[in-house]
């Protein structure tokens, strides 16, 4: 064992990292080029696109099924008369007033709810009862209520983004650390400062993925709402549009209208929120 | 070196008088700490000592006001303690006590500003001074995801200190960080020290850390927290001499002697 070690002799050496061959080497065009999302999103979507014409010209009947040319040729026509531009402003204009006012109860609703035990019961309880139920199915009683218009789809918008965003909220609030709390009682921040300046902050992740969940939502409950009663104002949103186009047989309109409901979903997901998700969370390494 | 401690005519800066403290678990109430007492002056290093479970964060916790004892009374400069401030900054062992969406200088500037220690244009003068201290110059426009374990720890120190409050509290800040970062960062401590004594309260588990770092040292027993003794630690100079050693043992003794 003795001798094991005494002939074992220690080693010492200079480490030279200056001459070190190189450490980081850069990668390939290719692979860069692949590296981007919207390389490859744009690479699925001509796909798709390619699926869709080809599908659309062996089946020959643009009664039922219009080929992608035909839809772009539609949708590029009714954009230069105006029409799909002025049913989308009626439509987002909707959304922008039910989408407000969903994220102003939500706010009121979550403060109540990390204000006060009480005010955390009512939350729950109400979400349990009304998450579940599908916007939809409160249009009969809207009507009655306020009649057929923008008040009813207002009233569904509403009901549709409340629930997901005050439900992502007020979880977001409940799951800050409690150092993260501490530290800003420590700086003396009470009540309302503390959720301004470190709750809101916090569980922004959550309450990002309330918002982006409760666009979706509306989006959807608006059109579907706008197919059923987009009908006594003059000007009726792209639902509208695409039950009116419908009527007629012109499918090729129909396609465009839901194509215009598809841009701006993508718009809205891969634009809007993507880079406030870019600009903030991101950029603070909540999400990766 | 110091003169000559004076009991009688030096008035402490925080007073703990006979503090008990409870919590509350679902099913009972657990006692922490027992009729604990001690004082620390000014400029002191005072170290919270003893095994898991004798409360000794709990009871840095209610000096620093976010709970409150059931008996007794705790005080700083002769004013009872009722709530959490910036007089009684807190480091906390946690790596995510940094606000993860400021870098290391508005989280710096922001508890100046918030707290209405400072004005924007001091903080901003403040914040890059103490972080220069802390040697995170480079690193001053990062955020907190971008730094490593033990950086995280001396912006906490840095903020903590930036805000000059009456005491820093320290909750086993070097807990988390691997031996040969604590052992830097317990050495770098010192050193700021020694550039503007502040009094810092410090609770640790380590014997040695406790040494290393205090000037005074305050042995807790377990289960439920009681003063066993309260000891002076051994001057840096003296460090690595028989004396620390003696001192170890002398403490080891202490806290796992048979009833």
């Known amino acids: ?288 | 070196m110091l003169a000559p401690f004076d009991a009688a005519s030096a008035a402490p800066l925080l007073s703990v008088e006979g503090v008990t403290l409870q919590y509350k678990t679902p099913d009972v109430v657990v006692t922490a700490t027992r009729k604990v007492s001690f004082d620390v002056y000014p400029s002191d290093r005072f170290v919270l000592l003893g095994p898991s479970g004798c409360g000794k964060s709990t009871l840095l916790k209610a000096i620093g006001g976010y709970l409150s004892p059931v008996e007794g009374q705790i005080s700083l400069k002769g004013r009872a303690v009722t709530g959490p401030g910036p007089d009684r900054m807190m480091v906390f062992q946690e790596f995510d006590q940094l606000l993860p969406w400021k870098t290391v200088r508005e989280n710096v500037v922001f508890a100046l500003t918030a707290s209405g220690r400072a004005t924007q244009a001091e903080a901003e003068e403040r914040a890059r001074s103490y972080i220069e201290k802390v040697g995170l110059a480079k690193f001053i426009d990062s955020y907190p995801h971008m730094l490593s374990g033990g950086m995280k720890q001396r912006v906490a120190i840095a903020r903590g200190m930036a805000m000059e409050p009456d005491v820093l509290l320290m909750d086993e800040p070097f807990a988390a960080l691997d031996a040969l970062t604590r052992r830097k960062m317990q050495d770098e401590l010192l050193r700021l020290w020694d550039d503007t004594q502040f009094t810092v309260l410090f609770v640790t588990h380590s014997i040695e850390e406790a040494i290393r770092i205090g000037t005074r040292i305050l042995l807790l027993s377990p289960h439920p927290g009681e003063v066993k003794a309260e000891l002076n630690s051994v001057p840096p100079e003296e460090m690595g001499t028989g004396k620390q050693s003696a001192l170890e043992t002398r403490i080891n003794d202490m806290l796992f002697a048979h009833h």
């Open chain 1, 1 to 288: 064992m003795t001798d094991l070690v005494s002939f074992r002799p220690e080693i010492l050496r200079e480490v030279h990292s200056s001459d070190a061959p190189v450490v980081a080497k850069s990668i390939g065009l290719a692979e860069r080029i692949y590296r981007l999302g919207f390389v490859r999103k744009a690479f699925i979507l001509a796909v798709l696109a390619l699926a869709w014409e080809l599908y659309g010209r062996w089946l020959g009947n643009p009664l039922l099924f219009p080929t992608f040319g035909q839809t772009v040729e539609a949708f590029v026509g009714n954009i230069v008369n105006g029409v799909i531009p002025q049913r989308m402003l009626v439509s987002l204009q909707t959304l922008v007033i039910g989408y407000g006012i969903g994220i102003g109860l939500a706010a009121l609703l979550t403060t109540l709810a990390i204000g006060s035990r009480i005010g955390a019961d009512l939350l729950e309880t109400l979400t349990s009862m009304f998450n579940p139920l599908p916007a939809i199915a409160l249009l009969p009683l809207a009507l009655i209520w306020f009649g057929l218009g923008t008040g009813s789809i207002i009233f569904v918008l509403v009901h549709s983004v409340l629930w997901a965003i005050a439900l992502n909220t007020h979880a977001g609030f409940r799951s800050v650390s409690n150092t993260l709390r501490m530290v800003g009682q420590n700086y003396g921040l009470r009540g309302l400062k503390l959720v301004r300046l470190i709750l809101i902050p916090a569980a922004f992740p959550a309450i990002l993925t309330g918002l982006k969940v409760g666009w979706a939502f509306a989006w959807r409950t608006l059109i579907a709402a706008e197919l059923v009663f987009g009908v006594s104002s003059g000007s009726g949103g792209l639902g509208w549009f695409i039950f009116e186009n419908r009527n007629q047989l012109e499918t090729a309109n129909v396609f465009a209208g839901l194509f215009t409901v598809i841009l701006i979903g993508l718009f809205v997901e891969n634009i809007i929120f993507a880079t406030i998700e870019r600009k903030t969370i991101r950029r603070w390494g909540m999400q990766h």
